[in-house]
């Protein structure tokens, strides 16, 4: 690690060195407030001499062979200073658009430009054209919100109210060059990029969740190889879930090699993932993507979309597939998600049978139902479910579970006909209203020939929660009614017309249902 202090002028003056920003780094953010302070700090160096330090800048060091000029270039992949560096070429270039000397614009050229019209800064992709138009004297091009191009034409303004009021462009712009910086320079091979950084996080405004497991996993390749994991797998990732199911499927994904051994919270997830790519991917970051890609791409049979198996034939089967999977959604069986994707990708590479995976699926669906209605604990099934892939072994089949969940005994048993005829007089099913829904719609698929549209219904009280003196008159010992009889099966139904039926008597709740 090299720390120089440095000015402005003399770090952005380096000879063949280009500036990269990260594929895997947010969009350009600040704000016009930011850029105000800054211009401000500049223009009052600019009257007494004096300097103004703007913190660090800290980059990765790659050499890079430039195609047009046929030599090497320094490429400094820029890890901390994103937003300052951006944020000071934009400023540079309003400078120059008032700046009558042609001197000292090309002078101010040679920092914005590389020899032969390459930019000095190379922005991420969302960033791209609005920089380029912005350096090219077009942006007005641009189309919709653009934090570059709204900057860009603050600092041109509030430039032209300074020289309004008698303050000289010549002295504002030696006032930039003056600005100093700390500059850290990291090799690879040398040290390691992820330690600095989190060094960095630690102590700054704080990275989180999916920010912290993309920065590590292409934080130490260069611009091009970080635009090919990006594009490939991160891109799709993205596509496919979407920031808050990605989340939940990083976890997901995390709980298939490490089943219960990590908790949810963000630092330990992140930790989590370290470990894994040092264990299971050590020197592998493409073949850690590349999994997690496809766990991704599978993960998605548990959103509401359609998801098609790659290469399994017949639609019918994987239509009834997707139901069972929509089935464990409804009623939130959550910690069965590593296992399904486990068996999922298991079916899609022909190891696992139609018959067997879906009657997996049902026998899962029945375990939490049942559990769900005996009132067992879900927290307990993390350390069955978590671990159940590698429990069956080479014999991931319907009757290898059966076995296996036949054979567990206390909270984690799986409930039979006599424990749940039992609880069905007694147990509170409303409070267990996915589980009870789910039921009540089953029973309603059995009875008519037509299945019922989910989407609107609700479970109902048929004895209503809030009861008039009618109800009560008409079950005689209210008090023991609602104590024992109000949450249970029996008082309760489906109804999308909840509003309407809520207190209505006896008959006019039949007329309506």
């Given at each position: 690690m090299k720390a120089t202090q440095s000015t402005i002028n003399d770090f952005f003056a380096?000879?063949?060195?280009?500036?990269?920003?990260?594929?895997?780094?947010?969009?350009?953010?600040?704000?016009?407030?930011?850029?105000?302070?800054?211009l401000q700090d500049i223009v009052n160096i600019s009257q007494n001499k004096k300097t103004h330090f703007m913190g660090s800048i800290t980059y990765i060091l790659h050499l890079i062979d430039d195609e047009k000029s046929l030599r090497q270039l320094q490429e400094f992949v820029i890890i901390d200073g994103q937003q300052r560096i951006t944020t000071l070429m934009l400023l540079l270039k309003a400078i120059e658009t008032k700046i009558q000397n042609e001197g000292i614009k090309k002078e101010i050229d040679g920092l914005l430009n590389l020899s032969g019209q390459r930019l000095r800064l190379k922005p991420i992709k969302s960033d791209e054209e609005a920089f380029d138009l912005v350096m090219q004297n077009r942006?007005?091009?641009?189309?919709?919100?653009?934090?570059?191009?709204?900057?860009?034409?603050?600092?041109?303004?509030?430039?032209?109210?300074?020289?309004?009021?008698?303050?000289r462009i010549e002295e504002i712009y030696g006032a930039f060059l003056r600005l100093k910086i700390v500059a850290i320079g990291l090799e690879l091979g040398e040290d390691d990029p992820q330690v600095a950084f989190e060094s960095i996080n630690a102590t700054g405004v704080q990275l989180k969740g999916l920010d912290l497991i993309r920065n590590y996993l292409m934080m130490g390749e260069n611009s091009d190889r970080q635009k090919h994991l990006y594009d490939t797998y991160w891109v799709s990732l993205e596509n496919w879930l979407g920031e808050k199911d990605l989340n939940d499927f990083i976890k997901t994904y995390l709980r298939i090699y490490f089943e219960d051994r990590f908790k949810e919270g963000e630092r330990e997830v992140y930790c989590t993932l370290k470990a894994h790519h040092r264990d299971n991917f050590s020197d592998d970051i493409q073949g850690l993507m590349s999994d997690m890609r496809e766990y991704g791409r599978i993960y998605q049979i548990f959103l509401d979309r359609d998801h098609y198996f790659l290469g399994r034939g017949d639609?019918?089967?994987?239509?009834?597939?997707?139901?069972?999977?929509?089935?464990?959604?409804?009623?939130?069986?959550?910690?069965?998600?590593?296992?399904?994707?486990r068996c999922a990708r298991d079916f899609e590479e022909g190891k696992l049978d139609y018959e067997n995976f879906h009657e997996i699926l049902q026998i899962l669906t029945s375990y939490f139902v049942r559990r769900s209605v005996c009132g067992d604990s879900s927290p307990t099934l993390t350390r069955v479910l978590y671990s159940l892939y590698r429990q069956l072994g080479e014999d991931v089949s319907a009757d290898a579970l059966k076995r296996y969940l036949g054979k567990s005994v206390g909270q984690v048993a799986f409930p039979n006909d006599d424990k749940i005829k039992a609880a069905f007089l007694v147990r509170n099913a409303y409070a267990a209203n996915q589980v009870c829904k789910f039921i009540l719609l089953e029973i309603e698929k059995l009875s008519n020939a037509e299945p019922p549209k989910e989407e609107n219904l609700e479970v109902e009280h048929f004895y209503p929660k809030t009861p008039t003196q009618e109800w009560r008159d008409r079950v005689g010992d209210y008090f023991t009614f609602e104590q024992d009889y109000l949450n249970n099966f029996g008082n309760l139904t489906l109804s999308g017309q909840n509003q309407k039926l809520s207190n209505k008597s006896y008959e006019a709740k039949i007329a309506l249902m």
């Open positions: 380096l000879t063949g060195t280009i500036f990269s920003i990260p594929v895997y780094q947010r969009n350009y953010t600040w704000e016009e407030e930011n850029c105000e302070k800054l942006s007005h091009e641009l189309q919709g919100r653009s934090h570059i191009r709204d900057n860009y034409k603050f600092f041109t303004k509030e430039l032209e109210n300074y020289i309004s009021k008698g303050y639609p019918q089967q994987l239509a009834n597939l997707r139901l069972r999977i929509k089935d464990l959604v409804k009623i939130k069986f959550g910690v069965a998600k590593p296992f399904i994707l």
